[in-house]
T-cell receptor, first 114, second 114 residues
Framework: GESVGLHLPTLSVQEGDNSIINCAYS??????FIWYKQESGKGPQFIID?????DKRQGQRVTVLLNKTVKHLSLQIAATQPGDSAVYFC?????????????FGTGTQLKVEL | DTGVSQDPRHKITKRGQNVTFRCDPI?????LYWYRQTLGQGPEFLTY????????KSRLLSDRFSAERPKGSFSTLEIQRTEQGDSAMYLC????????????FGSGTQLSVL
């Protein structure tokens, strides 16, 4: 069936190192992918998005890479800071003609060690 | 604060009782979404509105659930005859319809059914 999944449930990194969070998706018809950050007790916060006609997109300290051949999405965080500790979700937009009804993966817990 | 706001933040109820949650979206946003999130999982789509019209409902939304957006601004989600399986975080998101649509989430209402 169609799904969005993450490879690792928990990722621990040292402060200052780069973090890479991976995500696999199965619906080749999806054309829009988003990364959200969710801190404890809060709703998901938009980080960065990418459309299927792009391979890479950069934001402030974050980069999203899309490999459509293997249906893989990654989020790279440069110089990881303690404030980056959170659960990170990738989500996809299914093309159904109406609404941005995102399908979320399970999430990866990022822990930044001092 | 001009973000999405939800009320209450926490709700504890006994099985069989009715509960109602409120969401106030970002004022210029014409779309409003309800998601449900259980512990350790990503949010799951429940329903969405475009202005006052409810355009889609997930199969997750049983007949005990009803959502309204009477004036195209705030929305309410009611759960009748609550069950322990309804315990979850209920998230609201809003967006502006368009090619660059992005969902902005509120902090959610945490429901515990005893």
């Amino acid at each position: 069936g169609e799904s969005v999944g993450l490879h690792l449930p928990t990722l621990s990194v040292q402060e200052g190192d780069n973090s890479i969070i991976n995500c696999a998706y199965s619906n080749s018809a999806s054309d829009y992918f988003i990364w959200y950050k969710q801190e404890s007790g809060k709703g998901p916060q938009f980080i960065i998005d990418i459309r299927s006609n792009m391979d890479k997109r950069q934001g402030q300290r974050v980069t999203v890479l899309l490999n459509k051949t293997v249906k893989h999405l990654s989020l790279q965080i440069a110089a990881t800071q303690p404030g980056d500790s959170a659960v990170y979700f990738c989500a996809e937009n299914r093309i159904t003609g109406g609404g941005n009804k995102l399908t979320f993966g399970t999430g990866t817990q990022l822990k930044v060690e001092l | 604060d001009t973000g999405v706001s939800q009320d209450p933040r926490h709700k504890i109820t006994k099985r069989g009782q009715n509960v109602t949650f409120r969401c106030d979206p970002i004022s210029e946003h014409n779309r409003l979404y309800w998601y449900r999130q259980t512990l350790g999982q990503g949010p799951e789509f429940l329903t969405y509105f475009q202005n006052e019209a409810q355009l889609e409902k997930s199969r997750l939304l049983s007949d005990r659930f009803s959502a309204e957006r009477p004036k195209g601004s705030f929305s309410t989600l009611e759960i009748q005859r609550t069950e322990q399986g309804d315990s979850a975080m209920y998230l609201c998101a809003s967006s502006l319809e368009g090619n660059n649509e992005k969902l902005f989430f509120g902090s959610g209402t945490q429901l515990s059914v005893l």
